[in-house]
């Protein structure tokens, strides 16, 4: 199985995923957000996936923007805000997944 793990190299919670799934034998590409980027087609399509969810509002970054700034529309945040999104994001041949919580490991338990 192709997986594509977009996350950030800094994040624990992506380490663990991109461990776990090497471990399983599976094919893996990493996308990190901050330094590779991300294109506004992936992002509209996982928005469209998971909608609100995508926006990491524990992060420091949302915590660093204004009021005003957090009115405004979730993917125009995170085109300019790339580290906003909650990760990781897990497309597996096609299919999305959203952080690496228990119902997530169980995807890809080998």
């Not at 993917?75 to 906003?84: A, G, I, K, M």
């Amino acid at each position: 199985m192709k997986v594509t793990i977009y996350g950030l190299k800094s994040c624990d919670t992506c380490k663990k995923a991109l461990k776990t799934l090497q471990e399983a034998g599976h094919d893996i590409s990493y996308i990190d957000v901050r330094s590779d980027g991300i294109g506004a087609d992936k992002l509209a399509k996982f928005h469209c996936e998971f909608g609100q969810a995508l926006i990491n509002t524990r992060s420091t970054t949302w915590r660093g923007l204004s009021a005003d700034d957090r009115t405004r529309p979730a993917l125009q945040l995170l085109l300019e805000h790339p580290t906003l999104m909650k990760r990781p994001v897990i497309d597996a041949d096609g299919v999305l997944s959203l952080g690496w919580g228990k119902d997530v490991q169980a995807k890809f338990r080998s």
